[in-house]
């Protein structure tokens, strides 16, 4: 792959060697591969490991790359990938916004946007949740409501009133209990007592 040019570097190191480069890269088996932000465990063809390097930069292979594991039940790896790089954490929204995604999948995407509650980097995302508030399917909008509380950001705070008034009672139900959790107008985070 690299005399073809599908790879511009190769790096192997091993970890009986270089213990510290697997515990720094969260490396929990082997054969362990990464290929710009996609991280590959397991014995991979040479047809799927140049699938995925012809798809750096592309922003929706991260979110596939999500799907998968996922769906794989690999949720605390994709959470320790984006805890270390937070600004992927937009790559879960296509999972919210896809209703046909499967429950299992659905479900995974929900803990990793849950394990950033209150965070900056959930609120970087309310543009992109208050669009989906808006979706034609009622399960996004609830789900996005519901993100958009999390976020305890006062900014969520018009979407989710407009939530209110949702043609579907789950979507109000879940929108008026977001509110519940949002800083007061013009405040950044909520306050518990």
Request: glycine share 6%; net charge negative; hydrophobic share 45%.
């Amino acid at each position: 792959m690299i005399k073809s040019g599908t790879l511009s570097e190769l790096r192997v190191v091993n970890i009986e060697q270089s213990p510290n480069v697997a515990h720094q890269h969260g490396v929990r088996s082997v054969p362990w591969v990464q290929i710009g932000p996609i991280v590959l465990t397991g014995l991979r063809s040479r047809q799927e490991l140049e699938q995925w390097a012809r798809r750096v930069g592309d922003e929706s292979a991260l979110a596939e790359w999500i799907h998968i594991q996922l769906k794989e039940g690999a949720l605390d790896e994709v959470l320790d990938h984006i805890r270390r790089t937070p600004q992927w954490l937009a790559a879960v929204l296509p999972i919210v916004a896809n209703p046909d995604a499967s429950l299992n999948v659905r479900i995974g995407a929900g803990a990793i946007l849950e394990a950033f509650a209150g965070t900056p980097a959930l609120s970087d995302l309310i543009p992109q949740l208050i669009e989906l508030s808006r979706h034609e399917d009622a399960r996004v909008r609830a789900d996005a409501c519901h993100y958009l509380g999390l976020t305890r950001d006062a900014r969520a705070r018009t979407a989710l009133e407009a939530a209110l008034q949702d043609t579907d009672a789950d979507v109000r139900e879940i929108a008026a209990e977001s509110l519940a959790g949002l800083a007061p107008a013009g405040g950044r985070e909520a306050t518990t007592a």
